[in-house]
T-cell receptor
């Protein structure tokens, strides 16, 4: 079964600083990987996804993530954080096969942005 | 463009009461699912459905029932609520295909006293 680890529960960065949120996954085959963002009181919104091909994927709101198979990682990055980026971020991994594909989420990283 | 609609947004129940959380999507998605979100535990899959008439259990199905009589609707039933079911519940859907991203509703916050 697949699993996802987000080792940082809380991260605080200053506005304008760079950001990297860590995500490590465990899965025996090629995974589908996602990053979602959740603002307070809202559902989850897709930031970006990786299925295959180029290991550096671009998403919305200036975010990008890099898939590193050798490290089983899919870290999320942003060069310059804006105050509106404060939210909770979830990494998720999906199985490659099966109509009943189950998306497994990490426990989330809460991002605080200091002005 | 409604997407995934969940009702109600908030609900308070007493232990032992029953209720149904409603979920509807207007995107003609085959796959629908229910997650619960608890602090420090991320989102955990309760039940899912790959099409009308087909449902299956996820990671934490105990205490919950689902049915899928139409493509659009996927209600979640709590037959006898327990305080351990206090949580935020999210319904999500996606088109057929295991690599499509999920579209989430805005959640139902349930408190069981």
């Amino acid at each position: 079964a697949q699993s996802v680890t987000q080792p940082d529960i809380h991260i605080t960065v200053s506005e304008g600083a760079s950001l990297e949120l860590r995500c490590n996954y465990s899965y025996g085959a090629t995974p589908y990987l996602f990053w979602y963002v959740q603002s307070p009181g809202q559902g989850l919104q897709l930031l970006l996804k990786y299925f295959s091909g180029d290991t550096l994927v671009q998403g919305i709101k200036g975010f990008e993530a890099e898939f590193k198979r050798s490290q089983s990682s899919f870290n999320l990055r942003k060069p310059s954080v804006h105050w509106s980026d404060a939210a909770e971020y979830f990494c998720a991994v999906g199985a490659v096969t099966g109509g009943g594909n189950k998306l497994t989420f990490g426990t989330g990283t809460q991002l605080k942005v200091e002005l | 463009n409604a997407g995934v609609t969940q009702t109600p947004k908030f609900q308070v129940l007493k232990t032992g009461q029953s209720m149904t959380l409603q979920c509807a999507q207007d995107m003609n998605h085959e796959y629908m699912s229910w997650y619960r979100q608890d602090p420090g535990m991320g989102l955990r899959l309760i039940h899912y459905s790959v099409g009308a008439g087909i449902t299956d259990q996820g990671e934490v199905p105990n205490g919950y029932n689902v049915s899928r009589s139409t493509t659009e609707d996927f209600p979640l039933r709590l037959l006898s609520a327990a305080p351990s079911q206090t949580s935020v519940y999210f319904c999500a859907s996606r088109p057929d295909g295991s690599n499509s991203p999920l579209h989430f509703g805005n959640g139902t916050r349930l408190t069981v006293t």
